[in-house]
């Protein structure tokens, strides 16, 4: 069983920054791929950055240039750095380990202020 907590979210003005983590229990954190998702009001989960075991990352064009997504695999934690930030990043934001068919964290709010 693996379990994904989330943390740092919080209310922004455009422009601030947060950074966002993942905790996740069990042994083969740092063998899998994790991920960071995010859902707005009214819309579909997107995929918002993404990185494997070797570190190799991805980005919605949404956000490239703006968000770096990283992993501390000592302390089985995944983070998201957000710069530059947006009202349209305003949403849910989850995490999401890609062990077996896949666990999901519980979410953090992001929302951000014009």
């Known amino acids: 069983q693996v379990q994904l907590v989330e943390s740092g979210g919080g209310l922004v003005q455009a422009g601030e920054s947060l950074r966002l983590s993942c905790a996740a229990s069990?042994?083969?954190?740092?063998?899998?791929?994790m991920a960071w998702y995010r859902q707005a009001p009214g819309k579909e989960r997107e995929l918002v950055a993404a990185i494997t075991s070797g570190g190799t990352t991805n980005y919605a064009d949404s956000v490239k240039g703006r968000f770096t997504i990283s992993r501390d695999s000592a302390k089985n934690t995944v983070y998201l750095q957000m710069n530059s930030l947006k009202p349209e990043d305003t949403g849910v934001y989850y995490c999401?380990?890609?062990?077996?068919?896949?666990?999901w964290g519980q979410g953090t709010q992001v929302t951000v202020s014009s």
């Open positions: 069990g042994s083969r954190f740092s063998r899998n791929a």
């Open positions: 999401k380990s890609f062990i077996g068919t896949g666990y």
